[in-house]
T-cell receptor, first 112, second 114 residues
């Protein structure tokens, strides 16, 4: 099993450009998450999906949209990137009703 | 709302010395508590978790943590540090079983001095 995979690993954008971060898991988990990690701030939840077809906002959803395409895939879209969105983005998944989350390797995003 | 506070953003210990990373929690209901580790350029992986069974929880790589309700703490310890323990450690809290949303602390970077 590959676990949780994320693409791309690294991306540079100019302010105003758009892009989609991809995440997929092969563990048959219902729940999936997007976090951003910034120095000194830990991980903050952007969006959460409890099951296919459902999404909920987390702590810092502004400037982002998500799509739960199917049970395996959960994408994060930046419609108009801003320098404040420079960060490392992590996708995670978990079984419904279980606390342990499994993380992908991350996407490092730089917005100029 | 629940939260965790990690005291010390950077901790340095000598190889072979005791590792102690501090975490205090705030929760209106009995919490579930976690420690995750992040090695350089990698995602997070679970070290251990407390889910209201034994208060002393043993995890991977020789780490353990003790849940102390009276002190609202869940400190992470390892008796003897190894060079491979150098990483960033995150404490996290979930308010109750079935609530999968975790709230993370700001992290503690552990450096091991040879």
């Amino acid at each position: 099993n590959a676990g949780v995979t994320q693409t791309p690993k690294f991306q540079v954008l100019k302010t105003g450009q758009s892009m989609t971060l991809q995440c997929a898991q092969d563990m048959n988990h219902n729940s999936m998450y997007w976090y951003r990690q910034d120095p000194g701030m830990g991980l903050r939840l952007i969006y959460y999906s409890a099951s296919e077809g459902t999404t909920d906002k987390g702590e810092v959803p502004n400037g982002y949209n998500v799509s739960r395409l199917n049970k395996r895939e959960f994408s994060l879209r930046l419609e108009s990137a801003a320098p404040s969105q420079t960060s490392v983005y992590f996708c995670a998944s978990s079984k419904s009703g279980e606390e342990t989350q499994y993380f992908g390797p991350g996407t490092r995003l730089l917005v100029l | 709302a629940q939260s965790v506070t990690q005291l010390g953003s950077h901790v340095s210990v000598s190889e072979g010395a005791l590792v102690l990373l501090r975490c205090n929690y705030s929760s209106s209901v009995p919490p579930y508590l976690f420690w995750y580790v992040q090695y350089p350029n990698q995602g997070l992986q679970l070290l251990l978790k407390y889910t209201s069974a034994a208060t002393l929880v043993k995890g991977i790589n020789g780490f353990e943590a003790e849940f102390k309700k009276s002190e609202t703490s869940f400190h992470l310890t390892k008796p003897s540090a190894h060079m491979s323990d150098a990483a960033e450690y995150f404490c996290a809290v979930s308010p109750h079983f079935g609530n999968e949303k975790l709230t993370f602390g700001t992290g503690t970077r552990l450096t091991i001095i040879p």
